[in-house]
């Protein structure tokens, strides 16, 4: 259900190697939430670094539409970069678990959608 990467690198360097490999696979980032930060600006203490950022690839955001275009709700994907017990990990919620439960025709698109982010993601925890 969920694709799960630590990293010995801290959040920012964890964000700034996935700024750097996101695009090598013909994604972008559209972008990031620092959740920490918008909690502390409503009075909420988070206590950990924590960042969401939302990427897309245009020709498979219209392909997936073409298919579904209800699924524009859970448009773009997102990967988590956050710390937890002295550690930096990545998640992904996999797109071949959620989508294909909206609709069927979604799988094989989904598929290799996450095949290209879990190469992002595993070359930035290098």
């Known amino acids: 259900m969920k694709y ?18 996101i695009p090598n696979h013909g994604f972008g980032l559209q972008h990031t ?9 409503k009075g909420v203490t988070l206590g950990r670094k924590c960042l969401v950022l939302d990427i897309c690839q245009p020709h498979i955001a219209k392909e997936i539409l073409d298919i579904d ?6 448009l773009p994907c997102s990967i988590s970069i956050y710390e937890e017990e002295g550690k930096t990990n990545i998640c992904l919620i996999k797109p071949s678990f959620i989508f294909p439960q909206l609709n069927a025709n979604l799988k094989e698109v989904m598929q290799r959608v996450e095949k290209s982010i879990f190469k992002i993601i595993d070359e930035a925890a290098i």
Not at 14 to 19: D, F, G, H, V
Not at 33 to 41: F, G, P, R, T, V
């Open 4 to 21: 799960l990467v630590s990293t010995s690198k801290s959040v920012q360097e964890t964000y700034e190697a996935l700024q750097r490999t």
């Open 33 to 41: 939430h620092n959740i920490e930060e918008k909690l502390s600006n």
């Open 69 to 74: 275009p209800s699924v524009s709700a859970i």
